[in-house]
């Protein structure tokens, strides 16, 4: 059986002691993704952002605030893993200084300067040996292309495209590219039977794939 590393929910980008840049996943889809997982039998070791979810117990779960947070644990683990599963939205972007106090009202403009945070699977797509990578790309518009275009640069064996109408939602609906850049499979439904699907083709593609090749 394979250990999976799995990042899920939002990641939170602080402006000041009590305001932060997010956005509104809610760690659904890595909870049922690590349930799919569990219920193939293989050890689930779950990185996620703030969420008012529950996970399953029998996976090992750590907690974290910021995309750097993230990064580090991801980087921390990774290397006991035999891949990765990549769905949560970290946040792309922080400020560049943190306010040390909270920002008050002045009546006029407050501008923000910011900058891009560190890409979690890209950088493990740097970083992997034998590991397989998974991808998730949320896209508003060129959907696949950007997809396939993600794919490429994060090194990833497969990318799971779907629209924003899956923040936050109880349902989804994804294509599945592999890494030639070809959608080999649609899924919709709940998140659970959408999960279920998508781990589906990992054992078969990079788990008992690899281990017969």
């Given at each position: ?47 996620s952002g703030p969420v008012d979810i529950e996970y399953p117990a029998a996976a090992r779960r750590i907690d974290v605030v910021s ?53 979690v699977v890209a950088t493990l797509g740097t970083v992997k040996a034998r590991q397989w990578l998974v991808g998730f790309a949320l ?52 998140k659970e039977d959408v999960a279920t699907g998508i781990l589906r083709i990992i054992q078969e593609r990079l788990i008992d794939g690899?281990?017969?090749?």
């Open positions: 059986m394979a250990h999976i590393l799995i990042t899920s929910g939002p990641t939170r980008q602080y402006l000041d002691p009590v305001r932060y840049l997010t956005n509104a996943s809610s760690g659904r889809m890595g909870r049922a993704l690590s349930e799919a997982a569990l219920a193939l039998g293989h050890e689930v070791t779950i990185v995309t750097e947070d993230m990064l580090e644990a991801c980087l921390n683990v990774f290397p006991h893993c035999d891949g990765l599963i990549g769905a949560a939205a970290p946040c792309d972007y922080r400020p560049v200084k943190v306010a040390a106090g909270k920002i008050n009202k002045t009546g006029g403009l407050l501008r923000l300067h910011l900058i891009e945070t560190p890409d896209e508003t518009e060129d959907h696949r292309l950007r997809a396939i275009t993600k794919l490429e640069r994060k090194s990833c064996d497969l990318m799971v495209l779907n629209g924003p109408e899956a923040m936050n939602a109880r349902q989804n609906e994804v294509e599945i590219i592999d890494a030639a850049g070809k959608v080999i499979e649609r899924l919709a439904g709940s690899r281990a017969t090749a």
